[in-house]
């Protein structure tokens, strides 16, 4: 089986367009835009990964089997991710329910 050949064009451009990037990511960090820095650093990320998956990677000439591995690895990291923001998020809720009494206030240890 033959694998896909890509120019070294194509490669340069793409390095060159992820050094870019990352300028831009350094300079975005120096600028202070409220709740937007965050979202801008993660679009940026985002493409820059999206890049290296497609082309340094190869997916963009991968069949459908590596596809499909991929997209389950990324399922995968979604359910982990939001298993673990779901406990983080609700560590804030420290009342518990009515008759309960808690170690700190019943005096044991």
């Known amino acids: 089986m033959a694998g896909h050949i890509v120019s070294i064009k194509l490669y340069?451009?793409?390095f060159i367009t992820l050094l870019v990037m990352t300028g831009v990511t350094t300079?975005?960090?120096?600028?202070?835009?409220?709740r937007?820095?965050?979202?801008?650093?993660?679009?940026?990320?985002?493409?820059k990964a999206s890049l290296v998956i497609l082309?340094?990677?190869h997916m963009k000439y991968?069949?459908?089997l590596p596809?499909?591995?991929f997209a389950s690895t990324l399922l995968w990291l979604a359910i982990?991710?939001?298993l673990t923001m779901s406990d983080v998020l609700t560590r804030s809720w420290d009342h518990p329910p009515q008759g309960w009494q808690s170690l700190s206030?019943?005096?044991q240890r």
């Open 12 to 14: 340069a451009l793409i």
């Open 27 to 34: 300079a975005v960090g120096y600028v202070d835009l409220g």
């Open 36 to 47: 937007w820095n965050i979202i801008i650093a993660l679009a940026i990320a985002i493409f």
């Open 55 to 57: 082309f340094f990677m």
């Open 62 to 64: 991968a069949g459908k």
């Open 67 to 69: 596809r499909l591995v």
């Open 80 to 82: 982990l991710i939001t």
């Open 105 to 107: 206030t019943s005096g």
